[in-house]
């Protein structure tokens, strides 16, 4: 079974800084994706990011990038230039047939 | 626009009521749809696969006589959670995809709090 694990249970940041969230999963596929979600306190689940595994280049969003190393079977999410906005839990998934999800970092930005 | 539509957002009853959520896709037909499952403070795990015309897949130790799946239509699956309990309280999240490499788009979840 896939497993998704997310090491920090909790980040913060200052305002206008950049922080980097860590996810390293567990799986014998080769073709999957990868991706990142934001949960604010309304508990939406909003797409950060998205990661196919096939695909060398790191994924990039505006402010939110990702360092993926495939062998490593790793997917860190950083964050640049950050806002009082982006404070929320962030959930690492994994998906193949169905998406699994990390335990969740919550990130705090200081002003 | 939204492309998940769940419904009802909030709802709280008695013990030993049963309760059904729906989960409506609204841009496209949807032959796999997921339900997920969420306590305060912890991530989402997932229940199981609903599969339109077909039995659902479970989530081992998730009980399929306690949270009843229904996929009869390529846009509506129901999760009715049977003779709720207060354990049963929590936060139900559904989601639907188009294909494998496309993401999964999220409804907006309902609150189940059972008194």
């Known amino acids: 079974a896939q497993t998704v694990t997310q090491s920090q249970p909790e980040m913060s940041v200052q305002e206008a800084e950049t922080v980097t969230l860590s996810c390293t999963y567990d799986?014998?596929?080769?073709?999957?994706?990868l991706f990142w979600y934001k949960q604010p306190p309304s508990r939406q689940m909003i797409l950060v990011i998205r990661?196919?595994?096939?695909?060398?280049q790191n994924a990039t969003e505006n402010r939110f990038s990702v360092n993926f190393q495939k062998a490593a079977k790793s997917f860190s999410l950083k964050i640049s230039d950050s806002q009082l906005g982006d404070a929320a839990m962030y959930f690492c998934?994994?998906?193949?047939?169905?998406?699994?999800f990390g335990a969740g970092t919550r990130l705090t930005v200081k002003p | 626009g939204a492309v998940v539509s769940q419904h009802p957002s909030w709802v709280i009853c008695k013990s030993g009521t049963s309760v059904k959520i729906e989960c409506r896709s609204l841009d496209f037909q949807a032959t796999t749809m997921f339900w997920y499952r969420q306590f305060p403070k912890q991530s989402l795990m997932l229940m199981a696969t609903s599969n339109e015309g077909s039995k659902a897949t479970y989530e081992q130790g998730v009980e399929k006589d306690k949270f009843l799946i229904n996929h009869a239509s390529l846009t509506l699956s129901t999760l009715t959670v049977t003779s709720a309990h207060p354990e049963d309280s929590s936060f139900y999240i559904c989601?639907?995809?188009?294909?494998?490499?496309?993401?999964?788009?999220f409804g907006d979840g309902t609150r189940l709090s059972i008194l």
């Open positions: 998934a994994y998906r193949r047939d169905d998406m699994r």
């Open positions: 989601s639907v995809t188009g294909s494998s490499n496309q993401p999964q788009h």
């Open positions: 799986t014998s596929e080769s073709d999957y994706y």
């Open positions: 990661q196919e595994a096939y695909k060398q």
